[in-house]
């Protein structure tokens, strides 16, 4: 059975940086595009960022600049670098693999059930 396990979110103040880690076990990334999403308390989740197999990158507007996803496919490894983060940043953090949707992507939840995610909370 696939499992996405997240981790390395924590309590940070704004301005300050997390790394967040993203590990599958049961099966590789293969060509799968894999992504970052998040869901705020009342909110749906949304999509954040992805990489695809070949390395290219797509942000959300909002945090464009100061997110950085990475992958390693050999070590089934996805990372997601959050440097100068903002109270707004503050939700559940998930990985998974991604399908674009329309202009913006959506999860493939062919490749995995959602994992438990990784709580970031900003403080201001």
């Known amino acids: 059975q696939v499992r996405l396990v997240e981790s390395g979110g924590g309590l940070v103040q704004a301005g300050q940086s997390l790394r967040l880690s993203c590990q599958a076990s049961g099966r590789t990334f293969g060509y799968y595009t894999m992504g970052w999403f998040r869901q705020a308390p009342g909110k749906e989740r949304e999509f954040v960022a992805i990489?695809?197999?070949?390395?290219?990158?797509s942000y959300a507007d909002s945090v464009k600049g100061r997110f950085t996803i990475s992958r390693e496919n050999a070590k089934t490894t996805l990372w997601l670098q959050m440097n100068s983060v903002k109270p707004e940043d503050t939700a559940v953090y998930y990985c998974n693999a991604a399908r674009q949707s329309g202009s913006t992507w959506g999860v493939d939840l062919d490749f995995a059930p959602w994992g438990q995610g990784t709580q970031v909370t900003v403080s201001s």
């Open positions: 990489v695809n197999f070949g390395g290219a990158k």
